[in-house]
T-cell receptor, first 113, second 116 residues
Framework: GENVEQHPSTLSVQEGDSAVIKCTYS??????FPWYKQELGKRPQLIID?????GEKKDQRIAVTLNKTAKHFSLHITETQPEDSAVYFC????????????FGTGTRLTIIP | GAVVSQHPSWVICKSGTSVKIECRSL??????MFWYRQFPKQSLMLMAT?????????EQGVEKDKFLINHASLTLSTLTVTSAHPEDSSFYIC????????????FGEGSWLTVV
């Protein structure tokens, strides 16, 4: 089955700087890669996703890049703000039918004011 | 985006009793829902895939007789923790795939279960 590794487990950046979180996956059949933000005790919220027919996707301060050959994808947050502090999870799935998401282990991002 | 509602948001029960958690897709039909368990500061662990009108598919190591899943309609799946014990205390969260909305998976609010 799919295995998703995520690094780093914790990340602290100064407000205004950029943050990068990286994930690798093992199943070459996976073609859907969402990123979720989870605040303490709350539901994961989808912040951006990418499918394997594109290499990069951007939404304001958030971008995701995908390298299918190397089987890794990354989340980039620019101009970080205190409200970006949360746990971020990457995930991988086959984008079809009942296929499940396999999650990474999470990255606790702390923005230092 | 689509809405998935989970109820109750928190529950306290006595050891040996059973607790039912509901997961509803409010504005889309979900043939498949997923149940996760999350321990503090850890990732989401998939427990089972809930299939409408058929048996759930459980992940390895998850006791199907203890965590009963029923997906009786296209908008409702339930997880029943039977004969609960303190070690079952956890954050349980469901998700559903919106197959008509780009196949995006949305999560419920989660349910905090405390067994005393």
């Amino acid at each position: 089955g799919e295995n998703v590794e995520q690094h780093p487990s914790t990340l602290s950046v100064q407000e205004g700087d950029s943050a990068v979180i990286k994930c690798t996956y093992s199943d070459s059949a996976s073609n859907y890669f969402p990123w979720y933000k989870q605040e303490l005790g709350k539901r994961p919220q989808l912040i951006i996703d990418i499918r394997s027919n594109v290499g990069e996707k951007k939404d304001q301060r958030i971008a995701v890049t995908l390298n299918k050959t190397a089987k890794h994808f990354s989340l980039h947050i620019t101009e970080t703000q205190p409200e970006d502090s949360a746990v971020y999870f990457c995930a991988a799935s086959i984008d079809f039918g009942n296929e499940k998401l396999t999650f990474g282990t999470g990255t606790r991002l702390t923005i230092i004011p | 985006g689509a809405v998935v509602s989970q109820h109750p948001s928190w529950v306290i029960c006595k050891s040996g009793t059973s607790v039912k958690i509901e997961c509803r897709s409010l504005d889309f039909q979900a043939t498949t829902m997923f149940w996760y368990r999350q321990f503090p500061k850890q990732s989401l662990m998939l427990m089972a895939t809930s299939n409408e009108g058929s048996k759930a598919t459980y992940e390895q190591g998850v006791e199907k007789d203890k965590f009963l899943i029923n997906h009786a309609s296209l908008t409702l799946s339930t997880l029943t923790v039977t004969s609960a014990h303190p070690e079952d205390s956890s954050f349980y969260i469901c998700s559903a795939r919106d197959s008509t909305g780009g196949n995006t998976i949305y999560f419920g609010e989660g349910s905090w279960l405390t067994v005393v």
